[in-house]
Structure formats: structure tokens, C-alpha cells
């Protein structure tokens, strides 16, 4: 795709596959292809690793964060999972969520959790709402202690965060999509990936080895699951999508 941004005459052009379009540069249209192609180079120069979360590295896009902390708010889990601890900045700010919400506690796994991070996690000001599990997050024995510790009648959301490929994003899927209560989700993050095969920091191979497709498929499968971007709380916008790492993350379980 090619586009040409002129503040001149206040247009944005787009000409992808011989079709060329020419759109208002201050349209919903025009800020979403900016957005987009925004989006490919901050991933690509890692503007993601440049945020922390109360002291703690958290390598997630802002905007997932807000988003996910708006989903958290109403949905008020009492058990928040994820998969993929590394720098253990987003458990440290699901805690905080919990600490301020007064409920909820959170449950880390990851296939290695480095000595550094696990000293600096558990000495954290909000480690008390936090247990980490070291070892695969699809081995049947950590799946399973996992679910020991899941209550009777509480309500779980789950965040997919650790090995990308479609083969292990889709055996997690499978792994703990039943831990998952009604009305709240399983994520698939950084489904992007779908879109960044042509980045320089890209795989070709990831236009059809993501998390995006993997949940896509898994739905399919399992009809008690729909993707389903959560409604935002609070819009005055014209604007409706998501500037996102995870597109097509948010299966919900109907």
C-alpha cells in the first residue's frame, strides 16, 4: 500500500492493488489507515518495550492496557490467568487493578521465570494477590494446578500472552477456555502479528502463524465462544476500532 499524507490540501491518498482512493485527512477513515500503518512501525522500532508498569517492565501497547483495564473494571474477576510472565509488569498492574477494585487475585505461568524477575515479583509492593507457576502453560500437570486453584462459582478471564504460534495459542485455547465463566473472555494477544510478515523485524510465515487465527479457528470449534471486541464505556468519537496489538483477541464465552 502507498500513502501520500498532504497538509497542503488536507487529504490522505491510499492506492493499494491499483485501487486509489483519496480521503479527507481528518476523517475516521483516514486516522484508521494512519493508524494501522502507525501501528506496523512503533511495533517495528519496539515502542512497546519502552512502558512500565509501577516499576516493572510491561511490554504491552498503552491502549491494550487501558482497554483491558476497562474490561477488568466491569467485569471484576475474582481469578485473572495469564500465560507469559517475562518482566512480570503486567501482573503487577492486574494487581493493581484488584487492590484498588478490593477483589481478585492473579495467577502468572510461565515456561521459564528468570531468577531477577521472580525476586523482583515477589518483592513487589502488590505481590500478595499474585502466584506464579514455572512450566509449560499447556503440560496437563500445570494446566491442572492451575484450575486447583479456581473456586467453586468464581469468575475467571483469561490472557493468552506467551508463545505466539497458532499451534500453542490454539492448545491454550483448548487448555483453559473451560476455566472461562460466562460473559467474560479468553484473550489471544498480539494477533497483530498477522499483519507485520512484511515488517523488517517480521516472518513471512506469520500470516497464517498467529494468535488471531488460532482463536478464529478455535471459535469455529466451539460455538460457546464469539470474538467479540468489548464495548468501550465511554465514546463522544465517531470512532469504533480498536488501535490494537490484538486484533481478534476477545473471545467471549456466550
Not at 505461568?109 to 507457576?133: K, Y
Not at 497464517?208 to 469455529?220: I, K, L, M, S
Request: charged fraction near 25%.
Amino acid at each position: 500500500m502507498k500513502l501520500i499524507l498532504d497538509t497542503d490540501t488536507n487529504t490522505l491518498t491510499l492506492d493499494e492493488e491499483g485501487q486509489t482512493r483519496t480521503l479527507d485527512l481528518y476523517s475516521k477513515e483516514a486516522f484508521e489507515a494512519v493508524s494501522r500503518q502507525w501501528v506496523r512501525v512503533g511495533w517495528n522500532q519496539k515502542y512497546q518495550y519502552t512502558f512500565s508498569w509501577m516499576g516493572r517492565p510491561v511490554i504491552q501497547l498503552p491502549e491494550d492496557m487501558i482497554r483491558m483495564q476497562e474490561v477488568i473494571f466491569r467485569l471484576k474477576p475474582d481469578v485473572i490467568i495469564e500465560t507469559g510472565v517475562a518482566h512480570g509488569g503486567s501482573l503487577i498492574f492486574y494487581s493493581s487493578l484488584c487492590k484498588s477494585m478490593e477483589k481478585g487475585r492473579v495467577v502468572g505461568i510461565d515456561i521459564e521465570i528468570r531468577a531477577h524477575n521472580r525476586v523482583a515479583i515477589e518483592s513487589h509492593p502488590l505481590s500478595d494477590r499474585i502466584t506464579l507457576i514455572e512450566g509449560s502453560s499447556t503440560a496437563p500437570d500445570i494446566v491442572a494446578q492451575v484450575k486447583s486453584l479456581v473456586k467453586p462459582g468464581e469468575t475467571v478471564l483469561v490472557i493468552l500472552d506467551s508463545n505466539h504460534t497458532y499451534a500453542h495459542v490454539h492448545d491454550e485455547l483448548e487448555a483453559y477456555g473451560d476455566m472461562v465463566t460466562l460473559g467474560s473472555y479468553i484473550v489471544a494477544t498480539d494477533g497483530i502479528m498477522h499483519d507485520l510478515a512484511d515488517v523488517p523485524r517480521g516472518t513471512p510465515g506469520w500470516t497464517t502463524d498467529n494468535p488471531t487465527f488460532a482463536a478464529r479457528d478455535f471459535c469455529v470449534k466451539h460455538p460457546e465462544f464469539v470474538i467479540e471486541q468489548p464495548v468501550w464505556p465511554f465514546n463522544e468519537s465517531a470512532l469504533d476500532q480498536n488501535i490494537t496489538h490484538w486484533p481478534g483477541a476477545w473471545l467471549k464465552r456466550v
